[in-house]
């Protein structure tokens, strides 16, 4: 029993983590809509797995902010309003000019394959942007941060950010999904601050990262 109990910790634990990533998928798709309720039971049965795995993965989107937990009634997708959105799009803002003003600001010179790596997810990203598949974006758009993030070494600041942006995308995809035509409103300069990261430009990738801040709140009417 001993020399099989790593293995099925490590596909218990890749199982939790499938099915946190695809109801993960389902929220920011506008799929599990916000204050949506759902329990465990209904969806270890959509996915065909058992309630354990499910559990922890509910619990870990709890951990994230995208789910709340009601007593006696299972599980609920979290509602942002307009003032935590605000809120969010502020405190990543402060966070990242912690890292390029702070004692021990500095642009990290990642390794080629890491700068290939990150302007193909930023070159999918914008044409995503361009054509308005708002889809497509979303997915990429959060690889493009999270490789980003990776570059500052810090895992901690990583984490924090990308969960922020999950959250942010909950709260703007309805409304986006409200708009008849997204080509042409969604922001386009991935590549742009792939190029300045590339270039050791500190100053424009700050400069593009405050642009995007900026467009998240102008883009869902929330301006700051």
Known sequence: MAADWPGGVVRRNTLRRQ??????DEVL???LPCGHRFTVKEIAEQYGVSATPVREALLDLCAQGLLDIEEHRGFKVRAFTADDY???VEART???EGVFRGPGAHLPRPPAEDLLSLRRRAEEAERAARAGDLDVLIGYDLRFWRELGGLVGNAYIREFLDRLRVQTWMFAVPLLRDRQELRGLLWQGHRALADAIARHDPAEAQRLIAEYNAHALTLVGTPG
Not at 19 to 24: H, V
């Open 19 to 24: 099915i946190a990533d695809a109801l993960r």
């Open 86 to 88: 605000r809120a969010m």
């Open 29 to 31: 798709a506008g799929r």
């Open 94 to 96: 402060l966070v990242v």
